[in-house]
């Protein structure tokens, strides 16, 4: 007589998938240091494998060589961008005359501004002023322990990260043999289309997310070269470089941008800026980031903007860039399990169906 499945209620699974949930997540707190580096070194393995490939086979390098070089050719890609906008400092740095004078302008302004609004003498003012001076410097030691701390932690997890990516590009063979016998052979082949499509989507993401900084750094730069703002080029590389980090990314190149506008123009500058910032944010929100990346990586905008916080609240910064490959990591594993298909519904959100109707429109 065959046995009957018992199928645990809903209640019980979702208690469990929330006790499994809270344990997921204190470990991932607790094991930051190690794992943070390593999801880094996984996404920057992925995107230069099709590099690596190249040089074995049409190169016959050997493997340690590959991998090798094809992190150099990332450090020389980043340190390009950097250079670039370090370039781009250097010219800022050199009209630091004429900075530090519209800044005791500004200053000046703000403090009639208080003293007109508030009631606070200028004197009042600067004796506040350097009370808190005082006291930052009574606290000089530790901001500066803590500062150089922060510096070293910094070197080290991009070290950490380099070190990750050669090692899963040389051991990437091993790696999917050991997924492999992890589970029985019947299911092999769903592990292998797994594998196969989330090496092609976070590739296509991650290009996908330099391809729109790019367009969205040449779009401001032109913007603000039109407008005639003095540092167009270090502004527009600075609303590319901050327009990568999901919804917060926006507020702080606006922030930089009208700051560096303000300190090197007039009013009026300034605001065109920050109107020029939010119109251009505005159009690759609407129109190039569907388009670009969206195509790419079909997530749901709530479950999207839910997983943002999540990992800023986990792992800060960090998190917030690792989240949306993350998830579509997990909508890759859930489309391709039959059990977990409502959940990878929960991740796409509309997308799956208006597809689906749209084939079978074509097909009647």
């Known amino acids: ?201 976070l590739r296509q993401y991650i290009l996908g997310l330099l391809l729109e900084m790019v367009i969205v750094a040449g779009v401001a730069i032109a913007a603000f070269f039109i407008i005639g703002i003095k540092y167009a080029a270090l502004l527009g590389i600075i609303v590319g470089l901050f327009n990568i980090i999901p919804y917060l990314g926006i507020f702080t190149a606006l922030l930089l941008s009208t700051l560096i506008t303000f300190a090197t123009g007039t009013l009026t500058d300034t605001v065109t800026v920050g109107i020029s910032v939010i119109a251009i944010h505005a159009i690759d929100a609407n129109f190039l980031l569907p388009a670009v990346v969206g195509s790419k990586v079909r997530l749901n905008a709530l479950i999207t903007f839910i997983g943002i916080i999540i990992g800023e609240m986990i792992w800060g910064l960090s998190g917030m860039f690792l989240s949306i490959p993350m998830i579509a990591i997990f909508k890759i594993i859930f489309d391709r399990v039959e059990s977990l298909k409502p959940w990878g519904y929960l991740l796409g959100g509309d997308y799956e169906y208006k597809e689906s109707a749209q084939k079978k429109m074509k097909t009647e």
């Open 1 to 201: 007589m065959p046995t009957k499945k018992l199928i645990a209620p809903f209640y019980e699974r979702l208690a469990l998938i929330l006790i499994a949930s809270c344990v997921l997540g204190y470990l991932l707190i607790a094991a930051k240091e190690i794992i943070d580096p390593l999801i880094f070194g996984f996404l920057f393995a992925v995107l230069l494998l099709p590099v690596s490939n190249f040089l074995e086979r049409k190169l016959r390098l050997p493997r340690t060589a590959s991998s090798f070089i094809s992190i150099i050719l990332l450090v020389t890609f980043v340190g390009g961008v950097l250079y670039l906008v370090g370039a781009q400092i250097s010219n800022l740095y050199n009209d630091w005359p004429m900075l530090q004078s519209q800044i005791k302008q500004s200053i000046e302004s703000l403090k009639e501004w208080i003293q007109g609004a508030f009631h606070i003498t200028a004197n009042k003012q600067m004796v506040y002023v350097e009370n808190t001076g005082r006291k930052i410097m009574a606290s000089g030691g530790a901001v500066l322990g803590s500062t150089f701390g922060a510096i070293s932690s910094l070197v080290l997890f991009y070290v950490f990260i380099l070190i990750f990516t050669f090692f899963i590009l040389f051991y990437r063979r091993l790696l999917l043999r050991f997924i492999l016998k992890v589970f029985s052979d019947d299911s092999s082949h769903v592990v292998v289309d797994i594998v196969q499509n989330i090496q092609k989507i």
